[in-house]
């Protein structure tokens, strides 16, 4: 037999060695967690709840809505584009 005691299993029924300090089974050591999962844990109390999310998402949405209105008004009040629509409202009328 070696005088280093062993860390695999003993057998059951096996007599029992006495225990050292490096006879004893090993501690078990947690890692630390990865650094994304780390990075998502610290962004998830950052946010907090996302209870808002959807309002703000419809705010901005509203926003850009409102922008491309605008522009689209700012179009048509050219007088190029105004005669466009025209002449082709007059096709669509003489056509039927």
Do not use: C
């Amino acid at each position: 037999m070696s005088s280093t005691p062993s860390l695999a299993p003993r057998p059951a029924g096996s007599a029992a060695e006495p225990e050292t300090a490096a006879g004893r089974d090993a501690d078990i050591i947690e890692f630390p967690a990865a650094p994304a999962e780390r990075a998502q844990r610290r962004w998830r109390d950052l946010a907090g709840s996302e209870a808002g999310m959807a309002t703000a998402e419809y705010a901005i949405a509203t926003l850009a809505a409102v922008a491309f209105a605008g522009l689209l008004v700012l179009i048509l009040r050219s007088g190029e584009v105004r005669g466009l629509l025209m002449n082709l409202v007059e096709l669509a009328l003489t056509a039927v």
